[in-house]
């Protein structure tokens, strides 16, 4: 038998219309990651003000998040909706660090899933599993 449910709260608050999030990542019991419809990805503390999350990233070209995954440090592996595009983002600046397009146009997809290590990333696409290997020395 399930116990009594009760509704806490909602996160933020006057998002615009359509700004759906598509996946949440937890970093600690408190602290979470969201990311969707709005090209944003956003980090709650739940300790905190839970109508404002306490910092944000915006996708530089204007596309949907899909998915987002954390080293649980400073690492954010996003993945966007157009021509696969992976970007990493680094927690303690505004900008992306660097990005990778796993499609060649004019071929499109969302990366509908990702996850990295210190050493690879795997990123599922429409039809594909990309792997990139960071451990190969490209000098």
């Keep these: 038998m399930i116990g009594q449910l009760e509704f806490v709260c909602s996160l933020g608050s006057q998002f615009r219309r359509g700004a759906g999030v598509l996946d949440i990542v937890f970093e600690t019991p408190f602290q979470l990651l969201t990311c969707g419809y709005d090209t944003f990805i956003r980090m709650w503390d739940l300790r905190l003000n839970p109508r404002k999350c306490v910092k944000e990233w915006e996708e530089p070209h204007d596309c949907t998040l899909y998915c987002i995954q954390t080293d649980g440090n400073h690492m954010i592996a996003s993945g966007s909706s157009y021509y696969g595009v992976?970007?990493?983002?680094?927690?303690?600046?505004?900008?992306?660090?660097?990005?990778?397009?796993?499609?060649?146009?004019?071929?499109?997809?969302?990366?509908?899933?990702?996850?990295?290590?210190?050493?690879?990333?795997?990123?599922?696409?429409?039809?594909t599993l990309q792997?990139?290997?960071f451990s190969q020395s490209l000098f």
Excluded: E, G, I, M
């Design 86 to 127: 992976v970007r990493f983002w680094d927690k303690r600046q505004s900008k992306c660090l660097q990005y990778f397009q796993l499609c060649a146009h004019p071929v499109t997809s969302p990366v509908y899933c990702l996850q990295f290590s210190s050493s690879h990333l795997y990123a599922a696409l429409a039809n």
């Design 131 to 133: 792997t990139l290997d």
